[in-house]
């Protein structure tokens, strides 16, 4: 009975270590792919996020610039100073 479950402890073990190998290999495979799509992703999303504030900002400007009326006060009187 020992023999059987050193065995069956064994290939556990080897179980372990042959997933752990598997997913580290697929790990340094895979998420350099994955982080550059992420961040890809990020970028477009700054970019779409960007494009739709100057579009809302040049929207208001547009509406709200009218043109302003100029106060007309009178001329310019220059004062001398009599002693």
């Given at each position: 009975m020992e023999t059987a479950s050193f065995s069956g402890l064994?290939?556990?073990?080897?179980?372990?270590?042959?997933?752990?190998?598997?997913?580290?290999?697929?790990?340094?495979?895979?998420?350099?792919?994955?982080?550059?799509?992420?961040?890809?992703?990020?970028?477009d999303q700054f970019q779409q996020q960007q494009q739709n504030y100057?579009?809302?900002?040049?929207?208001?400007?547009?509406n709200s610039e009218k043109p302003k009326e100029k106060k007309v006060v009178g001329e310019y009187v220059d004062f001398e100073e009599i002693e």
């Open positions: 064994l290939e556990t073990i080897l179980f372990i270590f042959a997933f752990y190998y598997v997913v580290k290999f697929l790990a340094r495979l895979f998420l350099p792919i994955m982080a550059q799509k992420m961040m890809e992703k990020a970028a100057q579009q809302q900002h040049t929207s208001q400007n547009t």
